[in-house]
């Protein structure tokens, strides 16, 4: 969440940043107003305590007529020292409510806006210029055998699919590739649970405006997690780091309402309810984490090299970024069929405003508990055989299989099946 001292020093800060995002900036001075009042409730709870203090001793010290005047007084104190706290737990509690509800701060140069004010940055390849009419990825998937859309709507519904033969062993070979290379630049590999807890969930900032997103099981108060970055968040909370940075990869399923996407992309799996991810995930010194974003964006950019794709790089616009982040940028691998780009991994720097939360901290050169920030980035994703089987498909129906993948898929050429 937002840090009370910087807003008091900078309200204006939050101010721009809540108008770069398209927010209430009225909400600056609401926050301004009841951090004012609570400590002025906590002042006078503390005065009226030290009071209760010393009056006891006067009481003590009394007898007769005086003392039972004082024993009066000592229990009208004992009340208002009573009202004062509860006053200053009530708006302290109205503040943290308030607070959970704004999003991180922008960085400055974020872009301002929506959706579609996002700022391309880089293209990375040429798309390919094909001799034969390309077949979208679900076409393909059919015809080698990869992907039965029809059997996962029998048996779960509407966005829901098998990945099958050919197409299983190419998610895992995917999915394997990528944790090489984030084992290898020494990443920690996990494999972590995929229900949280509610407070794990609300501490990197899921149930705030996205929550209809997130598939809840109320009968035991545990959510099912949209991204690994959830319980990767949430690995060290209450905790001191002794030493920074920190960086995991994990290796998770992922499960998505898509609520609002009614009637968008409903054909092949670009988006659907249920899918794997190898996501990175880093705790850093706040000094370090705009640099930290760069590399992790770096990292991604080597894992889109080894499957061959063609992508842009795009700055996401204030508008369009999650509650926690403060800066975001999504690589887009290009989709023959589709004629455009879209996102195939996303890598979000979110300061301080999770470990805030979730009570992350580092000790600084003072030896003072600081919030450390944390940062994310997507490694690869079932979605990317959307652009792998589409981009490099054949006339005949084939697909060639990427030179890196190869040795974890033991195929060159993925070719249909006979039926």
């Not at 798309?127 to 059997?151: N, Q, S, T, V, Y």
Request: hydrophobic share 40%.
């Amino acid at each position: 969440m937002i840090d009370l001292r910087a807003l008091r020093e900078d309200p204006e800060r939050l101010r721009a940043s809540q108008r770069a995002r398209g927010e209430d900036e009225s909400v600056v001075g609401t926050l301004l107003d009841l951090d004012e009042r609570r400590r002025s409730a906590l002042s006078s709870f503390e005065r009226l305590r030290s009071e209760q203090k010393s009056f006891g001793k006067s009481v003590s010290r009394a007898s007769g007529e005086e003392r039972q005047a004082l024993l009066a007084r000592a229990k009208e104190l004992a009340q208002q020292v009573k009202d004062a706290e509860a006053e200053a737990d009530r708006l302290g509690a109205e503040l943290d409510a308030l607070l959970r509800t704004v999003p991180n701060l922008v960085e400055d140069d974020t872009p301002p806006g929506g959706e579609q004010d996002y700022v391309v940055l880089e293209h990375v390849g040429e798309p390919p210029a094909f001799d034969f009419e390309p077949k979208d990825h679900l076409e393909l998937g059919e015809a080698l055998g990869a992907i039965d859309m029809e059997r996962g709507a029998k048996v779960s519904g509407a966005r829901f699919f098998y990945l099958t033969g050919i197409g299983a062993r190419l998610q895992l070979a995917l999915l394997n590739l990528a944790m090489e290379q984030a084992i290898e630049a020494g990443f920690t590999p996990m494999y972590p649970p995929v229900l949280v807890k509610p407070d794990a969930m609300e501490g990197t900032g899921f149930l705030g405006a996205h929550s209809a997103e997130v598939y809840n099981l109320p009968a035991d108060d545990l959510y099912l997690v949209g991204t690994s970055e959830v319980p990767l968040a949430a690995y060290h909370m209450n905790e001191i780091l002794p030493d920074l940075p920190r960086r995991y990869v994990a290796w998770s399923s992922c499960f998505r309402r898509e609520a609002g996407s009614y009637g968008k992309d409903t054909r092949g799996i670009i988006r659907v309810h249920q899918f794997d991810k190898v996501e990175m995930f880093s705790y850093c010194d706040p000094a370090d984490s705009h640099a930290e974003h760069l590399r992790l964006l770096e990292w991604e950019k080597e894992m889109l090299a080894k499957v061959e794709l063609p992508y842009r790089i795009i700055d996401v616009a204030a508008g369009d970024l999650g509650a926690s982040a403060a800066r975001k940028y999504d690589c887009e691998a290009w989709v023959p069929t589709q004629n455009t780009y879209r996102e195939v991994t996303s890598t979000s720097n979110c300061t301080e405003f999770q470990s805030r939360r979730l009570a992350v901290r580092y000790r600084d050169g003072n030896g003072r508990n600081q919030p450390v920030a944390t940062l994310n980035g997507t490694l690869a994703t079932t979605r990317w055989i959307v652009a792998i089987l589409e981009n490099h498909q054949q006339a005949d129906g084939s697909v060639r299989v990427p030179k890196a993948l190869q040795k974890h898929l033991g195929l060159e050429v993925i070719e249909p099946v006979k039926r």
